[in-house]
């Protein structure tokens, strides 16, 4: 099974004028640190941490330098690389350079600890690109992308790692001015959204959804992919939950086969692998998208009943381009087992493995895993 990519940064000023009523850390951490502040965001991260220490064998954990998260990592026994060496003394700079270096590294989740300064900081280099999850540890938490409490994101990674299905959904980000707020003005401002697990009972002010209705949702999910519809060329795969995608743009549908549009008009019908494989030699990569699901009960989304998908094709599309449709219900139905690639390659299918967006709804995303059980790495 394929090792959890987590990414960790640590803002080792985080919260420190707390606890001298200073209010916030924001340009006044030497002054803290001169009136006794202690440093807290390495114990915070610790608390997320040690919840996961049971998976450490299926962790790979890619960090910064020092305080930053190497040395805590390293202590606690994960396997651990350091991918971005930082100053005794730490800046807002350093968490955006660090971030920069980690996303170079196909992590599949990023954790950090620290406060609303922190997150902005994240979300000035991340934006939508990573799923990922703050652990408490400023002195003002008001954006949506923590957990209540550092064990409460160790608990989420937790459910991620045991296979549990987490939903992914966006939350704000947030700040306060802290100079006004010091002076007893309170003047928030939302700066932008990040993708987070979306675990009501430990992420802070996220909605819950409703009960799921099956006819409902596969509408749904087709307003979100054809939302999402530009000038790519879009190979559209067999099954009825994709199908729906091809009747809400009113396009007539191979139920079992695999039909190829663009510019939400017909391209090709029911084609075979090497009709495939002419009609996308001429279109760069990025703007070729493969929209798929998975056969209920087994899990299966590519080597059964879409046969026309071959390797030679697939190898040509980003992995971010292949779009994974299914309703939450017939994710539930596999108990937590992954989904399975049967390319016909294994060296393929096992480049295909690890953690997928999977369109579970209008804006509604959950991250499941790909990994065959008979992939076994060394």
């Known amino acids: 099974m394929k090792r959890f990519r987590l990414g960790v940064i640590i803002n080792p000023l985080a919260g420190l004028g707390g606890s001298v009523a200073l209010k916030g850390s924001d340009g006044v951490a030497l002054e803290a640190i001169a009136k006794g502040a202690i440093p807290k965001a390495q114990m915070r991260m610790q608390q997320a941490l040690a919840v996961i220490l049971p998976f450490a064998d299926n962790i790979d954990i890619i960090t910064a330098s020092g305080d930053m998260g190497a040395n805590l990592c390293c202590q606690m026994g994960f396997t651990t690389t350091e991918v971005y060496r930082c100053e005794t003394t730490t800046s807002s700079q350093d968490t955006q350079q660090a971030v920069t270096c980690l996303l170079e590294q196909q992590l599949d989740l990023l954790l950090f600890a620290g406060g609303d300064g922190t997150a902005r900081d994240i979300y000035a280099v991340v934006e939508d ?119 809400d743009l009113c396009i007539d549908n191979t139920l079992l086969g695999v039909d190829v549009i663009q510019d939400k008009m017909l391209i090709a019908q029911d084609v075979s692998a090497n009709q495939l494989i002419e009609l996308t030699k001429d279109t760069p990569a990025d703007k070729v998208k493969l929209v798929i699901t998975l056969i209920g009960g087994q899990g299966h989304i590519l080597g059964r009943g879409n046969q026309q998908l071959s390797p030679e094709l697939i190898k040509r599309i980003p992995k971010d381009n292949i779009l994974i449709l299914a309703t939450k219900t ?40 790909v990994a065959n059980p008979d992939l076994v790495e060394n």
Not at 190 to 207: D, H, L, N, S
Not at 351 to 360: C, E, H, N
């Open 129 to 247: 690109k990573l799923p990922v999850l703050g652990v408490p540890a400023g002195v003002k938490i008001h954006s949506g992308v923590y957990g209540i409490t550092p064990h409460a994101s160790g608990l989420v990674l937790s459910m991620l790692l045991q296979g549990e299905l987490v939903s992914l959904m966006v939350a704000d980000v947030m700040d306060i001015d802290e100079v006004a707020f010091r002076q007893g003005t309170v003047r928030a401002k939302r700066f932008g959204e990040m993708t987070v697990p979306a675990e009501p009972r430990y992420i802070q002010a996220v909605k819950m959804g409703g009960k799921e209705v099956d006819e409902l949702v596969l509408a749904d999910i087709a307003a979100d992919i054809i939302e999402s519809m530009d000038d790519e060329l879009f190979i559209i795969g067999s099954g009825s939950t994709v199908a729906a995608v091809m009747e």
């Open 330 to 369: 017939k994710l539930k139905a596999l108990e937590g087992r992954p989904l399975i690639v049967d390319s016909g390659d294994p060296e393929l299918d096992k480049a295909l493995t690890g953690y997928y967006k999977i369109v579970t709804g209008y804006h509604d995303y959950v991250m499941y895993q």
